[in-house]
């Protein structure tokens, strides 16, 4: 079955510092792997996107990561804002039938 | 440019009643996705459009839902009768090329439907 699980649910940081949010996915043939913030009441914003050959890829402070192998990847943060206060969510395009799967996202909170 | 614009922002509805939001997607875009968001279930896309031609609805509920695309500008999305359990906010997104290409999605700011 197709899934894209992430982790952690939530998380809170002190600004200015890092974090790395994971994801971690089932979804077979994989097509690509997006990476979405979406600030409250807001629609989601793509940070990255990543296909099979490529293992990172950076967008400002944001860094993801891809092992296609494992089936993982990763978002960090570095020198965190207060406007990265937000929910980032993890999805996962598939081959073949062209389905778009979605984790449920991590809530993350920056405290000054 | 403004961005993939909804409307309305807000709706509130008795339960039964019919519900239409809107969508205006980025000019020359030619792939539209409908999406619901809850905190239960997060993201969930309904349908998508690739050229105005419905390609995947498999995400859309139950035949109370439906969704059209008349021309390349516009999209709605229908609830016909509304039930409580509908209440959540609905994204339309657009992008250039088909759901298999690697392009940005770009989401607009989303209608809070709330049914009563």
């Known amino acids: 079955k197709n899934q894209v699980e992430q982790s952690p649910q939530s998380l809170i940081i002190l600004e200015g510092k890092n974090c790395t949010l994971q994801c971690n996915y089932t979804v077979s043939p994989f097509s690509n792997l997006r990476w979405y913030k979406q600030d409250t009441g807001r629609g989601p914003v793509s940070l990255t996107i990543?296909?099979?050959?490529?293992n990172t890829k950076s967008n400002g402070r944001y860094t993801a990561t891809l092992d296609a192998d494992t089936k993982q990847s990763s978002l960090h943060i570095t020198a965190s804002q207060l406007s990265d206060s937000a929910s980032y969510i993890c999805v996962v395009s598939a081959g073949g039938d062209d389905k778009i799967i979605f984790g449920k996202g991590t809530r993350l909170h920056i405290l000054p | 440019d403004a961005g993939v614009i909804q409307s309305p922002r807000h709706e509130v509805t008795e339960m039964g009643q019919e519900v239409t939001l809107r969508c205006k997607p980025i000019s020359g875009h030619n792939s539209l996705f409908w999406y619901r968001q809850t905190m239960m279930r997060g993201l969930e896309l309904l349908i998508y459009?690739?050229?105005?031609?419905?390609?995947?609805d498999s995400g859309m509920p139950e035949d109370r839902f439906s969704a059209k695309m008349p021309n390349a500008s516009f999209s709605t999305l229908k609830i016909q009768p509304s039930e409580p359990r509908d209440s959540a906010v609905y994204f339309c997104?657009?992008?250039?090329?088909?759901?298999?290409?690697?392009?940005?999605?770009?989401f607009g700011q989303g209608t809070r439907l709330t049914v009563v």
């Open positions: 990543m296909t099979f050959s490529e």
């Open positions: 459009f690739n050229n105005n031609v419905p390609i995947d």
């Open positions: 997104a657009s992008s250039l090329g088909s759901r298999r290409t690697n392009t940005e999605a770009f």
